[in-house]
């Protein structure tokens, strides 16, 4: 059980989450559809139980890491929607200053890492976060997360053994949605079940029901709090699933339409309204309201993506070095 209770106000909070993070990204599927939205672009509809049951459990001061279906992430952590969907619209008023897209968020203030682009280059960096929260003495927690196919990077082995060596402040998350790209785990993985490759190192890790905010949530408790106590590494394997393909030029034609709706049955934001309900928790003019105000959200993003001014030429020289006399740069 979580020491983190999950109240009637956790469930509403799940709620308007989940249903921004879901409005935004199918907004974000239509306006790549009109080439508003250029290069790759992955949607995360279908996994935002994973975070919302996350976020109810760390603090504004822990940081997230993640690949590049990052714009949920970005979501979660605060960043404003207006921001995100600027800086997928390539525009100067972007989290990255239009420089990223869709593959590279980040927002210091808010202590959101990226965006990678690079299968599994985001662990490493995760462990090394963790090394600077430590070093520093805070009580700060990272969490890194990853897909099913980057636990198959080299890096990821090499990362698991420093994390647990120097016992770092970091919860590994493999958001398992069944599917590398097009391939499916039982195609490429000798051990199916992901969470297990953390246990050689003697981290703890366990199997959790990423479809299920509650259950990420207890689990998540856990892991946070054992990394504040300073124990170290948690790993634990989010068995979820993504309702689109692995990004909006995928043909999906690996997997079958009955897959696809068995899992959209377990849709964790229609469980989460169903338990509302239930608990009488709020009626029908309070779903109303939030579903408004998430639509305004996402309207008002659009606008000021539209509405925002492009990056000027000069800016394809600032910020590469952010300090200007680097020493290993000679003229």
């Not at 599994?120 to 929260?133: D, M, S, T, Y």
């Not at 899992?263 to 469980?271: L, R």
Request: hydrophobic share 35%.
């Amino acid at each position: 059980m979580s020491s983190i209770e999950i109240t009637k106000d956790t469930y509403l909070m799940w709620y308007e989450s989940m249903l921004l993070m879901r409005k935004f990204e199918e907004k974000t599927g239509q306006l790549y559809g009109q080439q508003k939205i250029r290069g790759f672009c992955h949607l995360y509809i279908g996994q935002e139980a994973v975070l919302a049951g996350a976020m109810s459990v760390i603090r504004h001061e822990d940081s997230l890491i993640t690949a590049y279906r990052d714009h949920a992430h970005a979501l979660a952590k605060g960043t404003s929607p207006n921001a995100i969907m600027a800086e997928m619209y390539g525009k100067a008023t972007g989290c990255s200053k239009g420089k990223g897209g869709s593959m590279h968020m980040f927002d210091k203030e808010n202590n959101f890492y990226g965006g990678h682009g690079i299968v599994g280059g985001q662990v490493p960096l995760g462990a090394g976060i963790a090394f600077a929260e430590k070093f520093k003495g805070t009580d700060n927690v990272n969490i890194t997360y990853m897909g099913d196919g980057a636990v198959r990077q080299g890096a990821l082995t090499e990362t698991f053994n420093m994390a647990a060596l120097w016992k770092l402040p970091v919860i590994f998350i493999c958001e398992n949605n069944g599917y590398a790209m097009g391939t499916s785990v039982e195609r490429t993985t000798a051990q199916t079940d992901i969470y297990k490759l953390g246990l050689p190192y003697g981290i703890p890790s366990s199997p959790v029901d990423g479809m299920d905010p509650v259950a990420v949530h207890n689990a998540m408790d856990e892991a946070v709090q054992r990394a504040r106590r300073g124990e170290g590494p948690t790993f634990l394997e989010m068995r979820t699933y993504r309702f689109k393909g692995h990004s909006m030029s995928d043909p999906q034609k690996y997997r079958t339409k009955e897959e696809l709706e068995s899992y959209k049955a377990k849709d964790p934001i229609e469980s989460v309204k169903i338990a509302i309900q239930k608990n009488g928790y709020a009626d029908d003019q309070w779903f109303e309201e939030i579903e408004a105000k998430v639509k305004a959200q996402v309207d008002e993003a659009v606008k000021f993506a539209e509405e925002s001014p492009w990056p000027e030429a000069s800016e394809l020289y600032t910020d590469v070095y952010v300090q200007q006399d680097y020493p290993y740069i000679r003229d």
